[in-house]
């Protein structure tokens, strides 16, 4: 079992939350300072740290750091007396970190609340326990045997009219089909494709899957674009407008047919060849999309310079637009934004009804995210699609 480890310099809250925590079945140590809890060092990835923010010594934003300088990956409940954007901003720095946010509770703490979220952390340790969840960490190697053996697959995530409900197109995710250790999501070797050279041949592995599943679907009548994701690499192919414009005519296919994702840190220093690369693509009739928009440091200004006609608002502000102010207010500023500038903006993250409903009454034009369906194998696209 997972220990849960309380830091607050404040003895009657450490007592009280120690209660709560015990109540839930978990063990607690207690820390009224948060150098002997790194003194110690009995924390692992999977535990569960109750961290009050405001503490002499040591605060939290420094425990944070230090938990990164330690490799941790643990689960936090961050405590605070100040405002909620004090805490948000915390929640940002130990995501960034690699932390894991189970909850941000303001003081006085309702246990109430921190007891539903204990219990629920408890339900989510138990279903990964139970999948046999393996920590797989692949060689370049491997990667490379992969795409090279067609172990890489595509799922498709359906992207529907918010007001309609009808489907104006789909997004292709990669995932490596392994032989040993099963289906594998991308956080499993993107970073690692990265790091060794190897995007830009998985990016023509996931456009040319992704236009074989264009040609199927024309066959059954099902016209609506595929979203892929471009590298960087190959986004400093200055051929690679002709090379896209090829694939698509030994398919049989229209620019119209695919549309381009871009993140903004794809652009970042390679912006004169990007912005070449970009504006012949929007030339040849291709839709341009910037991705995770809102997240970066210069979004406005890649707008301002690159032929986007598509803006996909992040979900990272979506799926929060119900429960936070400042994140709803992100959400309807994209959205007025790529109305004003003529584009058509996606919102990812959609994961329950309500979220929709305010999306629809924003006026955002696409939804995409689990509570339309989540990615789907290209096996069973099409069965998906005759009953939608």
């Not at 109750?50 to 934003?61: I, Q, R, Y």
């Not at 409903?357 to 699609?385: E, V």
Request: hydrophobic content about 40%.
């Amino acid at each position: 079992m997972a220990e849960v480890f309380i830091i607050d310099d404040d003895s009657q809250t450490v007592e009280m939350l120690a209660e709560v925590v015990s109540m839930t079945g978990f063990e607690s140590r207690n820390y009224l300072d948060a150098n002997l809890f790194f003194q110690e060092n009995k924390f692992n990835d999977q535990s569960i740290i109750l961290l009050d923010l405001n503490m002499p010594n040591m605060d939290g934003v420094e425990v944070i750091r230090e938990l990164s300088n330690h490799k941790c990956r643990a689960s936090l409940i961050l405590m605070s007396g100040y405002d909620m954007g004090v805490l948000h901003s915390a929640e940002k720095l130990a995501l960034e970190h690699g932390l894991q946010i189970i909850k941000s509770l303001t003081k006085p703490i309702n246990l109430t609340e921190l007891m539903t979220s204990l219990i629920s952390q408890q339900s989510k340790a138990k279903v990964s326990r139970s999948r046999n969840i393996i920590d797989f960490q692949p060689t370049p190697e491997e990667l490379s045997e992969a795409m090279h053996d067609d172990q890489l697959l595509l799922h498709y995530q359906p992207q529907v009219d918010v007001t309609k409900g009808i489907i104006r197109g789909a997004e292709a995710l990669v995932r490596w089909q392994h032989p040993i250790h099963g289906l594998l999501p991308p956080i499993t070797f993107i970073s690692l494709a990265e790091e060794y050279g190897l995007m830009d041949e998985l990016t023509f592995i996931v456009l040319d899957k992704s236009l074989k599943q264009l040609v199927n679907l024309h066959k059954y009548d099902h016209y609506f674009p595929v979203s892929v994701n471009v590298s960087a690499e190959s986004i400093k192919s200055i051929r690679l407008p002709e090379i896209i414009s090829e694939k698509l005519q030994e398919n049989n296919l229209q620019p119209k047919d695919l549309t381009l994702e871009v993140t903004e840190s794809v652009l970042m220093g390679e912006l004169v060849t990007s912005l070449d690369i970009l504006t012949r693509l929007r030339m040849r009739g291709f839709s341009l999309s910037i991705d995770d928009f809102g997240t970066g440091f210069s979004s406005l200004s890649m707008l301002h310079k690159i032929p986007f006609n598509e803006l996909k608002v992040d979900s990272s502000f979506v799926m929060q637009m119900t429960k936070d102010a400042d994140a709803f207010a992100i959400v309807k500023t994209c959205v007025v934004l790529a109305k004003e500038l003529n584009m058509q903006v996606v919102a990812e993250g959609v994961e329950t009804q309500e979220i929709h409903d305010k999306l629809s009454d924003l006026g955002c034009n696409i939804a995409q995210g689990y509570h339309i369906a989540r990615p789907i194998p290209a096996t069973d696209f099409m069965d998906w699609l005759s009953e939608h």
